[in-house]
Structure formats: C-alpha cells, structure tokens
C-alpha cells in the first residue's frame, strides 16, 4: 500500500541527523521505554502469534502523524498492540484501564478477565515469524546481468516494492535462487508464492533524476513478482 511509511526520495523532512562517532559511550535507546518494547518485541516475536510480513503491514496501517511523531519503537508498540487485540489476545479496554491505575500509582490493580481469549495458541495455530524460504527447487525466470523493469503496483495491502523504484530499469547483480516465500501475500495469508529474490543494481540518476550523483548505485532485493522483462510492457 501507499502510505507515509514509504517515504524514500520525499522532500521536507529535513536533515538525517546522527549521532557523535562515539558508539560506545552513546545509548542504544533514547527512553527505557524503547528497551521495553524492544525486549517485549523479542519475547512475542517467538510465540507464532504473527509473521514478519503481517507486523510489517500493520506499521503501515497507523495514523500517518503516529508514524512520523511515534518514532521506531512506537511503531513497534503499536504493530504489537493492535494485533494483539485483532487476534484476541489483548483486551483493548483492560490496557486502557491498566494505564489509568498506573497513572494514578495505585498499589493493587485491577485483573484481566481471561474468559474467551484466543490464548494460549495450539501448536497447529502458530506461524514462523521471519523471513521465510523452503528447501524446495525452483528455477528462477532471470538471470544475473539481465536489464528488467520493476513492475508499476500500488496494491492495498503490504508490498515490499517501494515506490522510489516502480516502473525503473535495473540490472539484475545477483540471483538468489532459494524458495523464497513472497512477503505481499504471506503478510495477508494469501499462500506462500515461493520464488527468486533478486538483487538488482539501480544507478542513482535512474531513481532520484539528474540531481542525483554520479557513480552512485543502490542494490535492492526485489521477489520475482515484483520485476518483469523489459519486453513485457502491459
């Protein structure tokens, strides 16, 4: 889908700002709060109560101000909440509750009522959280040194073809030739699609224009779906 969290080669968000060349001595997170989610992150992400792709969607689905003002690890928080309450997990009015009584810093707060939660999950429930490949045999379409074109999509659910590159002409640098699954419709559970992953080479100039500098390349992996021939113009 096409959402503020697309927002490579977008004009107005002022300079990247880094930090000091001093790794050791700078915090890996800006609040404790972020070591949280972090942490919290790593635990569910080991349930298989979601997928990398389906987690990926649902940052995309947020508030586009949310986005922007939330920061990475709110976006986490916030994929983590609104899934677990899509899937039955979490009760969203209980959480609510729960930030009262610690606002309020009272001692004993209030249970969750755990009656009809889709919890714990059945074995045959869970799902594999990140990327995903079969050892399966697959013969890819392209081949390495092969000019093609990343295909002109703007599905409404998740996609991993940012728009930066639709509808340009790459050079394929390398094939991954492994099973792939296709994130755009794992995310959705529409079927694995396995395929090729390929790695392709992007002049600067042909993605960002003339103003771009020259002699500079970006290498993307794009899924077989994602690319066609240069001859296949439809």
Not at 45 to 57: A, M, P, Q, V
Not at 103 to 120: E, F, G, V
Not at 131 to 143: D, G, K, L, Q
């Amino acid at each position: 889908m096409n959402g503020i969290h697309d927002m490579g080669g977008l004009h107005g968000f002022g300079r990247v700002h880094h930090l000091p060349d001093q790794a050791s001595e700078d915090p890996v997170f800006h609040s404790e709060w972020e070591s949280r989610v972090f942490c919290i992150t790593q635990v569910i992400d080991t349930k298989g109560i979601w997928n990398l792709d389906e987690h990926r969607h649902e940052i995309e689905l947020m508030n586009s101000a949310d986005y922007i003002n939330d920061g990475y690890y709110g976006r986490w928080l916030f994929a983590m909440e609104s899934l677990l309450y899509k899937k039955n997990i979490l009760n969203q009015e209980e959480v609510s509750q729960r930030i009262i009584e610690m606002l309020a810093d009272l001692r004993n707060y209030s249970q969750p009522d755990l009656n009809d939660r889709d919890w714990p999950l059945a074995a045959e429930q869970k799902v594999n959280w990140g990327a995903c490949r079969h050892e399966v045999n697959i013969v890819p379409i392209y081949s390495e040194g092969q000019s093609i074109r990343v295909r002109n999509i703007h599905p409404p659910g998740h996609t991993r073809v940012t728009a930066y590159t639709r509808d340009k002409i790459g050079i394929i640098e390398r094939v991954n030739a492994q099973a792939w699954v296709l994130p755009d419709t794992r995310a959705h559970y529409k079927g694995e699609n396995l395929q090729a992953v390929y790695t392709i080479k992007f002049s600067a100039k042909t993605l960002w224009g003339p103003q771009a500098e020259t002699n500079q390349f970006l290498f993307i992996d794009l899924s077989e779906d994602h690319i066609e021939s240069l001859t296949n113009l439809d």
